[in-house]
């Protein structure tokens, strides 16, 4: 199919001429022509992702950079023009303003790529096979079986047995008169097909089912050659049905498993939904409690199959070693001279038994230290190489190709953070959104776009999930180490990005390619030698500094400006683990979309008002301040959409003369209470999360104005208040019209704000109300009695540092309660026995709660455990341990 990458970049050329072509003045007929040669060159892209093609093809290889650079040649002088066109119209001049020189230019470049488009067609007529339209996944032959996948021999199974009897247990105590399914669901490697060779070949399932029948399902979508194979459990004539269709081969498999008894079927790699559906066919209504069992990489596809599908563990680093010194030295013991780098080297495989037995096949026959030292300090580059045929690529390869070519992008784009970093989604789905990689769809944000890939990058298991938020959607993410290094390799040869480290003569690579070096991303601990060359590059577009510590990288004045002027036409600028300052050269940086800084910032400086292109700004500042005030225009910045700081921001009045009525923001985290003013959220009427710190007390006030003026905001979900000052001077209650102004919020966030336990009322009000979290202070008082019928939607709460002693919940106060989290409410003396009875409640946590309040918890437990999987996390252990005394 086309190259995902290169795709991409001609769609936002495409973009980038079409929203800009009212600014070319001058030469208004060469960029008309120049947008109708892109369009014709994104229509033969699109038409060639229909098409199989030989992705071995050099002269397809070619073609693709051709096109790059091409692209990458016109953006740079695009980006050039539009800076000088936005500074003459700010400057109110008039007429031909353009030199003849850039005029030139353009008019090149339109034949240039003119002509790449003349080469495309002929390339097109000279090598018409290539170009046939085939289905891009084939269909395997009559009669002939997908590739079976790999697996490791029963002999060498390392930490399964746990896992085997977890599978046993639930494929055996299912329910007793229904087909149930038992899916196996992991990443690439990570043993799913070794397990279910393991749970096959175990002689209780003989005890327990009739037939135990295998099928390797694979990549593809024929049900027909998937019931041959299934019927050839039960006859050995199978040629006698191969001109029969899938109906009459599901009744005939049907009818054999009628006359016999309870049949569990494996279906090993199975990729999609409808397989499912179909084998469900083959089973007879006869109520003996038939079994599938199936393994998938796919997220998706498991939970259709099963909403509690079986996730595999990773190994552990002792079982990992283990493995290792099974595939090395089979029945002997591992040397102690190499024990040390043997579990160094397992560590790196990061459970995933694949990547052991790989590494295990480079050490194998290599009994000296040294050699296994080398291999510990590359054990990625092993698992990841091309010219090896049993590396990890062939299989982590196949998840890749199967991805729509819109996330093939963004899933080697996040190989831009440094390995084994965990990732927040906010911040990886901004930076899609500011590279250009999420296309605009109608009835969608773009951010939600961006979610749902990232949401669908984890369920095909390609992200790991690190932590949730309280709403269940991801906040942190992380690429395991192996796919790490294949979406870095994969990224670097289609000039996605390139990563500054040191060769192996300890030199800074050059950054002068001006298509290989678009976007760089660079170790902090060799930024400053990088910035000893003095390095100039306009090409480069963004600029990556990401660091796992907390401590901030301190850099001289002078290197920091050297940041600012070696990469004019920047648009992605992330840099927080460095303490940066603001110069003139930063200033200039028109094409800002994305920047995130952290530095000894006490204002933002009225320049920002120049990053007409700016779409997420996060300030992070050391300053003494409790406020930092926001000098720039943000009002005039109509694609400016979310705007984080570390401690509350002073908003600027909205100017009357702006043309724009309202803003684009959705985000405002955080800002002081004295900026939520009638005039700033009218303004700001399209936000979706705001979050207000400081001193709440006058906020309160609806007389005063404050949160009344909340009401201008008809699209807030989630809405955070943060009370600064631990003492009022008189008690605050709730605005009684709180839930008027705020009824579309689903995520509430209170502390310090210390109302009463009897003005949550108002809370239980909040009829989109999901999230719920109350923290230190946010309530005061010993007892709280909600009203019944209230927290209709309500979800997740959080009780956080309460004084309360006594709760009366159950599902009459919080009909669809999923999770309760409990954290240093130690004087609770009791969870209320009742919520057992929520149908929903699914989660509960108590951190360092009495031992009365744990007991009760483990009786609510124990009463859930009974209908659903309940999950009870209690911390300390110890807690758990005196409760049960």
Not at 355 to 362: D, L, R
Not at 658 to 664: A, M, P, V, W
């Amino acid at each position: 199919m086309a190259d995902a990458v290169v795709n991409f970049l001609v769609e936002n050329l495409l973009q980038l001429l079409s929203e800009n072509i009212e600014l070319i003045k001058g030469v208004d007929d060469d960029f008309k022509n120049l947008l109708e040669e892109v369009q014709r060159l994104k229509a033969f892209l699109d038409d060639a992702a229909k098409f199989h093609r030989d992705s071995d093809s050099k002269q397809w290889d070619q073609l693709v950079k051709d096109i790059q650079k091409t692209v990458h040649k016109t953006e740079d002088v695009i980006d050039k023009f539009l800076v000088q066109s936005k500074l003459h119209r700010q400057k109110n001049r008039v007429g031909r303003i353009f030199d003849v020189g850039h005029i030139n230019t353009v008019r090149e470049l339109a034949k240039e790529i003119k002509g790449i488009h003349e080469k495309v067609k002929q390339l097109r007529e000279n090598n018409k096979d290539a170009f046939q339209p085939k289905p891009v996944h084939e269909l395997p032959k009559k009669g002939a079986g997908p590739e079976q996948g790999p697996s490791l021999e029963d002999a060498e199974v390392v930490g399964f047995d746990e896992e085997a009897n977890k599978v046993i247990k639930l494929l055996v105590e299912g329910p007793a008169g229904s087909l149930d399914i038992v899916p196996v669901v992991g990443m690439p490697g990570l043993g799913k097909t070794t397990l279910a060779r393991k749970i096959y070949n175990d002689s209780r399932l003989s005890y327990e089912f009739f037939s135990v029948i295998w099928v390797f399902v694979g990549q593809t979508d024929n049900i027909k050659d998937i019931f041959l194979n299934i019927l050839k459990f039960f006859t050995k004539r199978i040629e006698e049905h191969q001109d029969e269709d899938v109906d009459k081969l599901a009744n005939k498999i049907s009818g054999f498993m009628n006359k016999g008894g309870r049949c569990l079927i494996v279906l090993d790699d199975v990729w999609a939904e409808d397989v499912i559906d179909a084998v469900k066919r083959v089973f007879p209504e006869n109520k003996k409690g038939h079994r599938i069992m199936m393994t998938t990489r796919e997220g998706n596809v498991a939970k259709y199959a099963n909403k509690d599908p079986h996730d595999l563990k990773f190994l552990t680093e002792d079982e990992s070693f283990e493995l290792l010194v099974k595939r090395v030295f089979g029945k002997e013991s591992c040397p102690v001279d190499l024990v040390g780098p043997g579990k160094s080297i397992a560590r790196k495989c990061s459970g995933v038994p694949l990547a052991v037995v790989v590494i295990a096949g480079a050490l194998r026959g290599r009994p000296n230290r040294n050699d296994w030292q080398r291999v510990d300090r590359n054990v990625v580059e092993h698992l990841i190489n091309k010219d090896d045929p049993k590396s990890c690529l062939k299989f982590v390869g196949m998840s890749y190709d199967r991805l729509p070519q819109e996330m093939q992008t963004c899933f080697l784009y996040s190989s831009v953070f440094p390995r084994g970093f965990d990732i927040p989604s906010w911040k990886l789905i901004r930076l899609w959104i500011a590279e250009g990689l999420i296309k605009p769809q109608q009835a969608y944000t773009l951010e939600e776009i961006a979610e749902f890939y990232l949401n669908d990058l984890v369920n095909r298991n390609l992200v790991i999930l690190m932590k949730k938020r309280s709403d269940g959607q991801i906040k942190t993410c992380r690429l395991h180490d192996m796919l790490h290094e294949f979406c870095r390799k994969e990224a670097a040869n289609k000039w996605l990005f390139q990563e500054i480290c040191t060769t192996a003569d300890n030199a800074v690579p050059s950054i002068q390619d001006s298509d290989a070096c678009r976007r760089l991303c660079i170790q902090p601990s060799i930024l400053d030698k990088f910035l000893l060359e003095k390095p100039f590059a306009e090409h480069v577009r963004s600029f990556y500094c990401f660091s796992s510590e907390q401590k901030q990288i301190e850099l001289s004045p002078n290197d920091i400006k050297l940041i600012h002027g070696a990469f004019p036409l920047l648009r992605v600028l992330d840099v927080e683990s460095l303490t940066f300052l603001f110069s003139k050269e930063f200033n200039q940086l028109y094409h800002l979309r994305y920047v995130a800084i952290s530095g000894d910032f006490k204002a933002l400086p009225p320049t920002f008002g120049n990053f007409w292109n700016l779409q997420t700004l996060v300030l992070n500042t050391s300053t003494s301040e409790s406020t930092i005030e926001v000098k720039a225009d943000i009002w005039s910045l109509l694609q400016l959409r979310h705007l984080h700081t570390n401690i509350p921001a002073k908003l600027p009045a909205p100017a009357t003369t702006t043309g724009r009525t309202t803003s684009c923001l959705q985000t405002l985290s955080m800002v002081a209470p004295e900026s939520c003013k009638k005039d700033v959220l009218a303004k700001a009427c399209q936000l979706k999360k705001l979050s207000i710190r400081g001193q709440m007390a006058a906020f309160l006030d609806t007389h005063k104005g404050g949160i009344s003026n909340l009401e201008e905001l008809k699209c807030l979900e989630h809405l955070k208040l943060l009370n600064d000052v631990l003492y009022m001077n008189k008690p605050v209650h709730l605005p009684a019209a709180f839930f008027r102004l705020v009824r579309t919020v689903k995520k509430l966030t209170l502390a310090n704000t210390r109302f009463s336990w009897s003005d949550a009322n108002r809370l239980a009000q909040l009829e989109s109300l999901e999230v719920l979290k109350l923290k230190e202070n946010a309530f005061l008082g010993e007892s709280w009695e909600p009203e019944i019928g209230g927290f209709s939607a309500l979800q997740v709460l959080r009780l956080e540092r309460s004084e309360l002693e006594s709760w009366v919940a159950s599902n009459r106060h919080f009909p669809i309660l999923r999770h309760l989290i409990l954290i240093s409410c130690d004087k609770l003396k009791a969870v209320p026995l009742e919520l057992a009875d929520i149908p929903n409640f699914q989660e509960m946590r108590l951190d360092n709660t009495s031992k009365s309040a744990v007991k009760s918890a483990k009786e609510i437990e124990s009463k859930k455990s009974k209908s659903i999987k309940f999950k009870l996390t209690i911390f300390p252990p110890e807690n758990e341990s005196k409760a049960a005394q």
